[in-house]
């Protein structure tokens, strides 16, 4: 595996980045991650970095992006926080990767068991934590309304799907630049649902 550099970035299209973390998650399922020689990347990407992706994904110590998509120093933009929420510093952080620095892909990676989620669910108090699931909570009386009958296992698994979708409404219409880049093709924001016992994510092809 080649590290970017801004040539090959370039020939990366936005479905070709989704299509390269899925490539980079079935290594890892199958447990054939490519052998990187990771000094060497480190040492090629010291000069400059051209990632083909940006990860918003948990703070979870289960769900590492690099990891988990088996991808090597210059690769993606790994952004993480509990909840996968967004905020005004990941919607820069993302504009920065894309617009500034030449990604292809956003992808909003929720996960399932996630502590953030249940926190929501449950309203837990802690401190500075209620900006993490206030946004987490936002979603959760649509869901009541649509299925009123839930056990909490249930909401807390439809909303990681939809806390994920709501990630990805927020990338959109709180940054103008990601919109329009979206709207030009230049780049391509979609979700998925990383499950912690297989290893595997679930990618949501249809942008919301
Ligand atoms: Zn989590």
């Known amino acids: 595996m080649k590290t970017l550099t801004k040539n090959l970035q370039d020939q990366i299209s936005p479905l070709q980045g989704i299509e390269l973390l899925k490539a980079g998650n079935e290594r890892f399922v199958n447990n054939l991650k490519f052998n990187r020689n990771l000094l060497q990347q480190a040492n090629e990407t010291s000069d400059g970095q051209h990632p083909f992706a940006v990860i918003i994904s948990c703070m ?3 769900t590492s992006a690099e990891i988990v998509f088996d991808q090597g120093l210059g690769d993606i933009f790994s952004i993480r926080i509990a909840g996968n929420v967004i905020n005004e510093d990941i919607i820069g952080s993302a504009e920065f990767g894309c617009k500034a620095v030449g990604a292809k892909v956003i992808l909003v990676l929720g996960h399932t ?3 953030a989620i249940k ?3 449950k309203n837990v108090e802690l401190g500075h934590l209620h900006f993490i699931t206030h946004k987490i909570q936002r979603c959760l009386p649509r869901i009541k309304q649509e299925h009123p009958h839930l056990h909490e296992d249930e909401l807390c698994q439809k909303a990681t799907k939809e806390n994920v979708l709501q990630g990805i409404i927020d990338l959109k219409y709180k940054s103008t630049i990601l919109a329009d880049m979206v709207y030009k093709g230049e780049i391509t924001i979609v979700g998925g649902i990383y499950d912690l ?3 595997l994510v679930e990618f949501f092809e249809a942008e919301t």
């Open 119 to 121: 926190g929501a669910v």
């Open 60 to 62: 979870d110590s289960r």
């Open 113 to 115: 068991n996630c502590g």
């Open 197 to 199: 016992s297989s290893g």
